[in-house]
C-alpha cells in the first residue's frame, strides 16, 4: 500500500486558515480528516450561535415568538403615517384585519405577509429579549424578506425598526426609498440625536446622512426569499460600526456611529411594518454579541432555520 504525506492548507467557517501535515493512503483519509475538521469548526460556530441567541421568531405557529428571555407575545398598533415611536402597544395579535400568517409561503415553513391595505405594524417588546448595554453594547439582527421593492405604495417604508424613541435617535433600522428606480436600500444605526443632532434637523441634517449605509438596487425579488443580518457594536471606547450582510454575503458598514446608544429597554420594541411594507418576512432573530462574517454565513446556511438553535 502506498503512503504519501501531504502539507494541506485549509480554509474553514471559523475564517481560520490553518496547516496540517497528514498521511493518507489510497482509501483517503486525508479527506476524511478534512471533513472532520471542517465539521468540528461548523459545529462550534453553530454552538456559539445558539449560545447568543436571545430572540427567535419563526411564524410557523402563530406570529408570538419561538424563543426568547422575555415577553413572546406580538402586539398590534395603528399606522398613523408616521415614523415616530408610537406608545408601548397593548392590544395582543395581529390586528384586526388581521395581518396574514402565510401557510406554507415562508424560508422556512410559513412567513408573515404585508399587504398593501395593510393600516397597522406589530411589535415585540424587546425588555431581556436583547441584550443591551450602555458600556459595550453588540448585536446581530437577522430575518428572510421576500418582496417587489416596487411594490411598495410609499416613498419610505421601514421594514423593520428597533428603538425605545423613533427613528432618529437610537434606533437601527432598514428602509426602502423610492428616490431612486429601483428603489434603495438603507441601513440606519444612529444614536443618541441630542449629540449627533445639533441642529435639531432630524431626518433633514446633513449628520443624519453620514450615518447610512445605501444600498443601490439590493438583491429582492417577488417570490425569492433574501437573508438580511445587521451587526452591530457600540458605546465602547471607539467609533461604533453597523455592518450588512445579505445572503451570507459582506454588502457594506454604516457611517461612524461616535454618540452614545441609550434606551430605556423597558421601552424598546421591535416594530414590523411601518410605512407600508408590501411582501414577506420569515426567521426574524437577536443575538447578544456582533456575528463574525463566517459566523452569518452559518446562520444563513441553517437548513431549517433558527430553530435549529434552539429546538433540540
Not at 428571555?69 to 395579535?93: A, C, I, M
Not at 405604495?153 to 432598514?174: E, F, G, R
Not at 428606480?181 to 441630542?194: A, N, S, T
Not at 439590493?218 to 417570490?223: L, N
Request: charged share 25%.
Amino acid at each position: 500500500m502506498s503512503i504519501k504525506t501531504l502539507k494541506v492548507i485549509a480554509f474553514v467557517s471559523s475564517a481560520v486558515f490553518f496547516s496540517f501535515d497528514t498521511s493518507t493512503n489510497e482509501k483517503g483519509g486525508n479527506t476524511k480528516r478534512f471533513t472532520q475538521l471542517r465539521d468540528a469548526h461548523a459545529t462550534e460556530d453553530i454552538n456559539a450561535l445558539s449560545n447568543a441567541l436571545t430572540f427567535h421568531v419563526s411564524f410557523n405557529d402563530g406570529a408570538n415568538a419561538d424563543f426568547g428571555n422575555g415577553d413572546k407575545k406580538v402586539y398590534t398598533g395603528e399606522f398613523k403615517g408616521s415614523r415616530e415611536q408610537q406608545e408601548l402597544p397593548t392590544t395582543t395579535g395581529l390586528g384586526n384585519p388581521a395581518l396574514a400568517i402565510a401557510k406554507g409561503k415562508g424560508k422556512h415553513g410559513d412567513a408573515l405577509l404585508f399587504t398593501k391595505q395593510n393600516s397597522h405594524v406589530v411589535f415585540y417588546k424587546l425588555d431581556k429579549n436583547i441584550q443591551y448595554n450602555e458600556k459595550d453594547f453588540k448585536g446581530t439582527l437577522s430575518l428572510w424578506m421576500s418582496l417587489d421593492p416596487s411594490e411598495i405604495p410609499d416613498q419610505y417604508c421601514d421594514p423593520i425598526q428597533i428603538t425605545d424613541k423613533y427613528y432618529a435617535s437610537d434606533a437601527i433600522w432598514l428602509d426602502i426609498t423610492k428616490n431612486d428606480v429601483p428603489p434603495d436600500m438603507r441601513l440606519g444605526v444612529l444614536g443618541d440625536e441630542r449629540v449627533w443632532d445639533v441642529n435639531k434637523r432630524q431626518g433633514a441634517a446633513e449628520e443624519f446622512f453620514w450615518h447610512l449605509l445605501k444600498i443601490s438596487n439590493p438583491p429582492f425579488e417577488k417570490d425569492k426569499w433574501t437573508h438580511v443580518a445587521i451587526t452591530w457594536e457600540l458605546n465602547g471606547s471607539g467609533i461604533g460600526r453597523a455592518k450588512l450582510y445579505f445572503n451570507g454575503e459582506y454588502a457594506g458598514q454604516s457611517g461612524p456611529i461616535r454618540e452614545p446608544f441609550i434606551w430605556d429597554t423597558s421601552k424598546v420594541t421591535m416594530r414590523l411594518g411601518t410605512g407600508n411594507y408590501v411582501g414577506l418576512m420569515d426567521d426574524i432573530s437577536l443575538f447578544s454579541k456582533a456575528l463574525s462574517a463566517t459566523e452569518v454565513k452559518s446562520l444563513h446556511n441553517l437548513k431549517s432555520g433558527v430553530e435549529e438553535l434552539h429546538k433540540k
